[in-house]
Nanobody
């Protein structure tokens, strides 16, 4: 059974940091492009960052550039999202998602497998 499990969310103050983890079971994450998505309260889910399976190239939405870093550890079958300089507008449920193949996108429709999400709350 293919499964993704996010962890690392929590409550943090403005300017703080969190590191989210996305662990895979039932499949080898190294063969998949991975995206991180965020759903703020009352809003639709949007892509935050993604990483390819081939050369590890990354892409970030403008609002998180310079603050967030996506990385992968294929040996641990995991992907991470390091979030620094957090702002209240970063609050939401964060999901990781996987799609077969090399190319990563931040379009949720391109992804086949999703985790259950982890809550991130940034207080002002």
């Amino acid at each position: 059974q293919l499964q993704l499990v996010e962890s690392g969310g929590g409550l943090v103050q403005f300017g703080g940091s969190l590191r989210l983890s996305c662990a895979a079971s039932g499949f080898t994450l190294g063969y998949y492009a991975i995206g991180w998505f965020r759903q703020a309260p009352g809003k639709e889910r949007k892509g935050v960052a993604c990483i390819s399976s081939s050369d590890g190239s990354t892409y970030y939405t403008d609002s998180v550039k310079g603050r967030f870093t996506i990385s992968r550890d294929n040996a641990k079958n995991a992907v991470y999202l390091q979030m620094n300089s957090l702002k209240p507008e970063d609050t939401g449920v964060y999901y990781c998602a996987a799609r077969p193949g090399m190319t990563a996108t931040i379009n949720g429709r391109d992804y086949d497998y999703w985790g259950q999400g982890t809550q991130v709350t940034v207080s002002s």
